[in-house]
């Protein structure tokens, strides 16, 4: 957005560059750093609202494969997804990605943005890939954890995360990197490089910075021994609770080669599976559940141990700036940057749980199972097949970022600032799988009989059907895999547009000192297009079915901030400031909506701040909230008319014109205590409470939960159906509306200590401790039809804010100490996720065991800088999970309770300790 900003309450004590940093174009360790938390520009000026600091050297401390490694360990930040989450669904496309979610409120709902600019989304939802970032240009992170919308716009409810990038970076850097796991898979390498020079008598300045990393991918779940098929299934023992944790928890309707499923239907032929060729062997079933599909032990048989672990990313990322000063009062400048990302997906098997009909005269059954069938008088029975011979679905998406920017920066007056740009940004993606069984095909192929010249063809030769056979592995024929399997695709086109200016300077002075203001406008354009492959259109694939989202909107704002000091040097008010902003929107799809800010910083003694902030913010409803079209066709039960069948034709999900913006209400409270009897020492401790209205949700999931609920009375669904004139239902849109009440309530503490030892005994170095600290009281999702805190859930689940999944642990801390001394740099961070729960609905009669356990990581770094050799180049080495750590069991409840790995991705280390190795040079 604007370039203006205000001065953070902390700042990272480890991000104070040295005299050579300084030299190269680093900013003064002399000075406060001036961060996000608001966007007039004032000396000395402690932010209302809280802002967490990641500085150049606690990012290299980490030596990540990715920037977005380090801030998603932040406590406030840790449920965000990314390469290691959410590795089953094909068909959302966000696959690889890896996106920030503040507050775990939905990443909707966290503004992203680079040097203090918008970023173009990476989907129509408008989320950013982090992976696009140029990650060696990054000089600090800025997390504002505290609404910012009349600062910065729409969906900064929950804060900001703005990754600030070094505008005058001088020299050549270079940092090659290599990594891998303890077992021996998950391998990484990265490549960057930075130059930057100034030119005309340093009027001028250039820089430019390259990346290329690669991740490779973790394809399997059993490759990791904490794995043991452990899942939460129905309990069916009398007097037990509902449901209980089993490990060797297996498929019981289905196999690699197929199944004859235990059902009453199929005979004594229950439990004929078929092996490699269609040899047919007994399946040994285990016990049953109350779940359907799985039994506890029996054959080893559990379709979840292939789900893969991490992706495969490839990340290549350039990007270029030129500044060069017109006049003394006036620079000019243009950026550039390109990102790109790949991704591969070995998804999951095509699995059909027993919901299949193999028939008696099908001519791929063995012969002795098809005289059994005949010895039994059944003409058909149920079948299961994973479909091995089919393969994995093949899920790869490729994203293309394109930014650039022209703007002006310039002086006038008596310490008056402006600053003026234009911004185009655009994102090319590609969903795609590979791979995909195009349902309609694949009914007609395993429908084969013998012709009556004795050659097997499908039933139905029609289309030049080719007869599939999947009565056991290795007996597909290449020829009938490709005429049963096709490709979903979706290209995608989202495009952003911003033209801003602002100015900020001390129009005047109180008694306590000069106001402070800064004011703007801006304009906004997003838009989206894409399209489809017709058969996804119509929901022909097994999975994927991409549907188009097309549309575009834009918005026209204006703003005004300012600070005012009331009080200064006086007894019990050494200092006094008001933070006041007000921000004027208008939206072409949704209208006008004004939001604000008032803060208050109060430091009675030196040692004692005290901070306050209310704010109203907003999310504003994204393309995707708007504009998103899924048409299938379902038949539903009408309860209206006896229960009457209807076939509804047109039935749209997500999108609603409609939607107007979430209204959020947002209280901070906060002390900072810098005592002055322990220089070096900083604590603060902030409360919060994050009250939105009207949120955009989805009452019902399907459209026969839509129609029963428009009969239970809820008016707003009924509102969506639409019947002919002899009461049947015709079409029916499941859109999103404002109907959510979100109420999140927690603290966050944060406690620094910086020293330098050298004061004890020369040559000790320095040492440097921190701490952060969110503790998550209360998260309450009220649709008008349920209502349900979510605070200390862990279970890896749908998320009700959008986003892919959720987790919810009720405390969470990050701790580092970082020591300094010579050449020699020693880095440990730990990281604690407490105790959760599966479900706080569950009772002692509902689950056996509802409590997960808490987890404990350690990370740790060192490096040896060389300063006798050109480019003082920097071995380091970095293991994560030191110790190892297996995750936590989690089985949560799932609509595909058969693919849960036993744990929660995302929010646990699923991999286990890894190593990274490599060496840095600035010349």
């Not at 406030?76 to 089953?88: C, D, E, Q, V």
Request: hydrophobic share 40%.
């Amino acid at each position: 957005m604007l370039s203006a900003h205000a001065f953070a309450q902390t700042a990272d004590p480890q991000s104070a560059p040295s005299a050579e940093q300084a030299k190269q174009g680093a900013p003064s360790g002399d000075t406060d750093i001036v961060v996000t938390g608001s966007r007039v520009q004032r000396d000395g000026f402690k932010a209302p609202t809280p802002t967490t600091v990641l500085g150049v050297a606690q990012i290299a401390a980490s030596s990540p494969n990715n920037i977005a490694d380090v801030v998603n360990q932040l406590p406030a930040l840790s449920t965000g997804f990314s390469p290691r989450a959410a590795n089953i669904g094909s068909s959302n496309g966000t696959g690889g990605l890896n996106v920030l979610n503040l507050r775990a409120l939905g990443a909707t709902r966290t503004l992203v943005l680079l040097d203090s600019r918008r970023v173009v989304g990476s989907n129509p939802s408008g989320n950013v890939n982090i992976n696009t970032i140029p990650q060696q240009l990054v000089e600090r992170v800025d997390i504002v954890t505290g609404g910012a919308s009349a600062a910065y716009g729409s969906d900064a409810v929950t804060g900001v995360v703005n990754f600030i990038l070094n505008k005058k970076f001088n020299g050549l850097a270079i940092d090659i990197q290599g990594g891998i796991t303890e077992r021996g898979d998950g391998e990484s390498g990265k490549i960057e490089a930075t130059f930057g020079t100034g030119f005309a008598d340093d009027r001028g300045h250039f820089e430019i910075s390259g990346s290329a990393s690669n991740q490779a991918g973790v394809f399997s779940t059993d490759s990791r021994s904490w794995f043991n098929s452990t899942k939460l299934v129905g309990n069916t023992v009398a007097g037990g609770p509902a449901r209980i944790f089993a490990s060797d928890v297996n498929l019981s309707t289905a196999t690699a080669g197929g199944l004859i499923i235990r059902d009453p239907a199929n005979g004594p032929l229950q439990g004929i599976q078929f092996g490699a060729g269609g040899v047919p062997t007994q399946f040994q079933f285990g016990a049953a559940t109350g779940t359907s599909n799985l039994m506890i032990g029996g054959e080893k048989n559990d379709i979840a141990a292939s789900v893969p672990l991490a992706l495969q990313v490839h990340n290549r990322n350039l990007f270029g700036r030129l500044s060069y000063k017109l006049s003394d009062d006036i620079t000019v400048y243009g950026e550039g940057s390109f990102g790109s990302s790949r991704v591969f997906n070995p998804s999951v098997y095509q699995f059909k749980l027993g919901n299949l009909i193999i028939k008696a005269d099908n001519a791929f059954l063995p012969a002795s199972v098809s005289t059994a069938m005949a010895n039994a008088g059944l003409s058909q029975v149920k079948f299961g097949t994973w479909n091995q011979d089919l393969g994995k679905l093949d899920v790869r998406n490729s994203l293309e970022t394109y930014r650039a920017v022209a703007g002006l920066d310039g002086m006038f007056g008596s310490g008056w600032t402006w600053n003026a740009y234009y911004q185009y940004g655009r994102t090319n993606l590609v969903n795609r799988v590979d791979n995909e069984s195009i349902t309609a095909r694949y009914n007609q192929a395993i429908d084969a009989v013998f012709n009556a010249q004795g050659a097997i063809v499908c039933r139905n030769p029609s289309n030049g059907c080719v007869p599939l056979n999947i009565i056991g592995t290795g007996v597909a024929s290449q020829a009938a895999k490709d005429w049963v399997l096709g490709t979903a695709i979706r290209h995608s086109k989202i495009e952003q547009q911003v033209a801003a200016a602002s100015i900020q300077g001390e129009p005047f002075s109180t008694w306590a000192g000069p106001v402070s203001m800064a004011f703007g406008a801006e304009y906004r354009k997003e838009s989206t297009h894409e399209t489809s492959d017709a058969l996804s259109l119509v929901n022909g694939y097994f999975s994927g079915n991409f549907k188009p989202t097309n549309g575009a909107y834009n918005v026209k704002e204006a703003f005004l901030e300012t600070v005012i000091p009331l009080a200064k040097d006086l007894p019990f008010a050494q200092s006094l400031e008001l933070n006041g902003a007000l921000r004027a929107t208008d939206y072409s799809t949704s209208g006008y909506v004004t939001t604000w800010k008032l803060g208050a910083t109060w430091r009675p003694v030196n040692d004692l701040l005290f901070r306050a902030v209310r704010s109203r913010d907003i999310r504003a409803p994204n393309i995707a909230d708007l504009f998103a079209n899924a048409p299938i066709t379902s038949t539903v039960t009408d309860p209206f008319n006896g229960g009457r069948a209807d076939t509804v034709a047109a039935y749209l999900t997500s999108g609603n014109p409609n939607l107007v913006p979430e209204i959020a209400s947002n209280l901070g409270l906060g002390v900072v205590y810098s005592p002055s009897w322990l220089p070096g020492f900083q604590a603060s401790f902030d409360y919060y409470r994050i009250d939105i209205k009207g949120g955009i949700t989805t009452l019902a999931s399907s459209a026969q939960q839509a129609v029963d609920l428009c009969y239970q009375g809820i008016a707003v669904v009924c509102s969506y159906i639409t019947r002919d004139n002899s009461g049947h239902i015709t079409a029916l849109r499941l859109a999103g509306i404002n109907a959510g009440r979100i109420l999140n309530t927690g603290f966050d503490i944060e406690l620094s200590y910086r020293k330098d030892l050298s004061e004890w005994h020369d040559g000790l170095g320095n040492l440097t401790l921190r701490a952060l600290i969110n503790r998550v009281d209360k998260l309450t999702v009220d649709t008008g039809i349920t209502k349900k805190d979510y605070a200390g859930e862990v279970a890896n689940q749908t998320s009700p804010f959008g986003a892919l999944s959720a987790f919810f642990p009720d405390l969470q801390a990050t701790l580092s100490a970082n020591y300094v001394q010579g050449p020699a740099t020693v880095n440990l961070t730990g990281r604690y996720i407490g105790s959760g729960v599966v479900d706080n609905s569950f009772t002692a009669a509902s689950i056996s065991r509802n409590r997960v356990s808490p987890v404990f990581y350690l990370d740790g770094s060192f490096a040896w800088k060389l300063r006798s050799l050109p480019g003082q180049p920097e071995f380091y080495v970095a293991v994560d999970n030191i110790f190892d750590r297996a995750p936590p069991v989690v089985a949560p409840l799932a609509a595909n309770p058969f693919l849960n790995s036993g744990t929660s991705p995302g929010l646990y280390d699923t991999l286990g300790r890894a190593y990274r190795a490599g060496i840095r040079a600035r010349f």
